[in-house]
């Protein structure tokens, strides 16, 4: 899921992108991984982009990071949602270094399967076209129509993502990666898997505070970034991601 995604123009996303592509540490790594700031269009793994992230004081900040924990020459762009706080490879970072991924859209792929059964009818891979054959993986599965995809009603969207500090020969950068969950029912057909996606304007319901009174209730934005944020409160953030998605063709 989640294979890349999209950055516009607007003047939503303007500033975020500004601000985070004109740092010293963006020049920094631009110069060291010899490749540029995205601050606009397409958005790959091993990209440089603008993060929401906590500065020193925990307040909400902009920085650039690098889309990708790499392990053993690999990127991981992903983390399941359900078990991140549990994982060796995830848990400090849920626990102290949480972060949100400004986008427009994300880009996925239908995932189709075709059977290995010899037996069944029409069922060989090489009686299957040669573009078609060249992106069938071993277990039958192959990528299908590409869709844009996004929460209704918004013109970017925040995803969910924890982040750590990578150590580059001398220098240490920022990556991270994009938490996902279950997919919605209508676009299950593309992927059983989607972004943890939050609305930039919404704040949490008093419901989920044990006092209702509460003054500064804070933003999904600032509770989801803040390092001290409670446990119970994380969850609720996630619970409360948004499941009503649109999506088109591509």
């Known amino acids: 899921m989640c ?19 004109h740092t010293r540490l963006a020049h920094h790594m631009m110069n060291f991984f010899g490749r540029p700031f995205v601050s606009q269009g397409r958005v790959k793994p091993a990209d440089i982009v603008p993060v929401l992230a906590p500065d020193r004081k925990g307040e909400v900040s902009i920085f650039p990071m690098v889309w990708g924990y790499t392990s053993n020459k690999s990127i991981i762009t992903t983390a399941r949602v359900e078990n991140a706080s549990e994982s060796s490879l995830f848990r400090d970072s849920w626990e102290r270094r949480r972060c949100l991924i400004p986008a427009s859209w994300y880009y996925d792929y239908e995932h189709l399967q075709i059977s290995r059964d010899p037996s069944a009818a029409g069922s060989s891979n090489s009686q299957l076209p040669e573009a078609i054959r060249a992106r069938t993986g071993a277990n039958g599965s192959r990528k299908g129509q590409k869709y844009m995809i996004q929460p209704a009603g918004t013109t970017h969207m925040l995803m969910a993502g924890l982040y750590r500090i990578e150590e580059s020969g001398d220098t240490k950068f920022p990556h991270f990666v994009i938490l996902t969950r279950d ?68």
């Open 3 to 21: 294979s890349s995604y999209f950055l516009e123009d607007s003047p939503s996303l303007e500033n975020i992108a500004y601000t985070a592509g």
């Open 183 to 250: 997919a919605t029912e209508e676009i299950s057909f593309i992927h059983d898997r989607m972004p943890v996606m939050l609305d930039p304007a919404q704040p949490l319901p008093a419901s989920f505070f044990a006092n209702d009174t509460l003054a500064d209730r804070q933003s999904h934005i600032q509770q989801w970034i803040n390092p001290g944020t409670m446990p119970w409160i994380l969850d609720r953030v996630m619970d409360s991601a948004a499941t009503n998605i649109v999506f088109e063709k591509c």
